[in-house]
T-cell receptor
Framework: QKEVEQNSGPLSVPEGAIASLNCTYSDRVSQSFFWYRQYSGKSPELIMS????GDKEDGRFTAQLNKASQYVSLLIRDSQPSDSATYLC???????????FGKGTTLSVSS | DTGVSQDPRHKITKRGQNVTFRCDPI?????LYWYRQTLGQGPEFLTY????????KSRLLSDRFSAERPKGSFSTLEIQRTEQGDSAMYLCASSRTINTEAFFGQGTRLTVV
């Protein structure tokens, strides 16, 4: 059974700080990795995708991937109260497999 | 492109009734996924399609659940003989092809009373 693990939190950071969200996955041949943001009562919204080892930056967001360690992370710089949400890690394995989600980490940014 | 569209947005049904949900993916997206999400949990994979072919079903999926994607366009998810434990948000997502970004619809919230 392919698994995606996240710390459920809550992760609490003050406004302006860096929030660090982590995810590990069990399928060694996984090929694509995604972070989604989900506000309460809403559907998940894609915020980042990463396919190769290293860092990928998009505005205040940086995704980091380490396939050897089977680890993917999301950094949010200059955190804002509007970033308060649940962040979901999703992993897609080799061809023909489904997109699997972790349970999510709840982030709370206090002003 | 219009986004992924799901219908209905909300459904209240009595236990034992059948319900059907519809998902219209983003145009030209070949992959279509169905997920179920309950409070405090991540989306739980149910099934997915590559065009009209149903490639995988969750082992946890009861035989009361069935999904179709005729002609590789919209998809329907049917739940027969609903139970209170079926109450959840049912999410549909689509992606252009294998391993590409998936986008979600607004979801269908099912309440079984």
């Amino acid at each position: 059974q392919k698994e995606v693990e996240q710390n459920s939190g809550p992760l609490s950071v003050p406004e302006g700080a860096i929030a660090s969200l982590n995810c590990t996955y069990s399928d060694r041949v996984s090929q694509s990795f995604f972070w989604y943001r989900q506000y309460s009562g809403k559907s998940p919204e894609l915020i980042m995708s990463i396919y190769s080892n290293g860092d990928k930056e998009d505005g205040r967001f940086t995704a980091q991937l380490n396939k050897a360690s089977q680890y993917v992370s999301l950094l949010i710089r200059d955190s804002q109260p509007s970033d308060s949400a649940t962040y979901l890690c999703a992993v897609n394995g080799q061809a023909g497999t489904a997109l699997i989600f972790g349970k999510g980490t709840t982030l709370s940014v206090s002003s | 492109d219009t986004g992924v569209s799901q219908d209905p947005r909300h459904k209240i049904t009595k236990r034992g009734q059948n319900v059907t949900f519809r998902c219209d993916p983003i145009s030209e997206h070949n992959r279509l996924y169905w997920y179920r999400q309950t409070l405090g949990q991540g989306p739980e994979f149910l099934t997915y399609f590559q065009n009209e072919a149903q490639l995988e079903k969750s082992r946890l999926l009861s035989d009361r659940f069935s999904a179709e994607r005729p002609k590789g366009s919209f998809s329907t998810l049917e739940i027969q003989r609903t139970e209170q434990g079926d109450s959840a948000m049912y999410l549909c997502a689509s992606s252009r092809t294998i391993n590409t970004e998936a986008f979600f619809g607004q979801g269908t919230r099912l309440t079984v009373v």
